[in-house]
């Protein structure tokens, strides 16, 4: 998925990401209907990435995350 972020003041931040995300029916049907679900019950990674020619937020291209649905997981 491909997003383009504003910032407060006006910024502009282009940010894509890829994720892996498996988990099992009863889960997804939840997390469908906003209801909440343990983590330990699904695996999810996603690795987000940002663009800006802002140099407020320049710190942001040089910057690697990895997102993780396991509180505490590094």
Known sequence: M??????NDKQHI????KGLRDRPR???DL???GE???????????TPYFETSSEMY???NR???IASNIVGEI
């Open 63 to 65: 910057s690697y995350l």
């Open 26 to 28: 009863e889960a997804m």
């Open 58 to 60: 320049g710190w942001m």
């Open 31 to 33: 997390l469908n209907r």
């Open 36 to 46: 909440n679900v343990d983590p330990a019950t699904y695996y999810f990674r996603a």
């Open 2 to 7: 491909r997003i383009i972020l504003e910032t």
């Open 14 to 17: 282009y940010m894509h990401w």
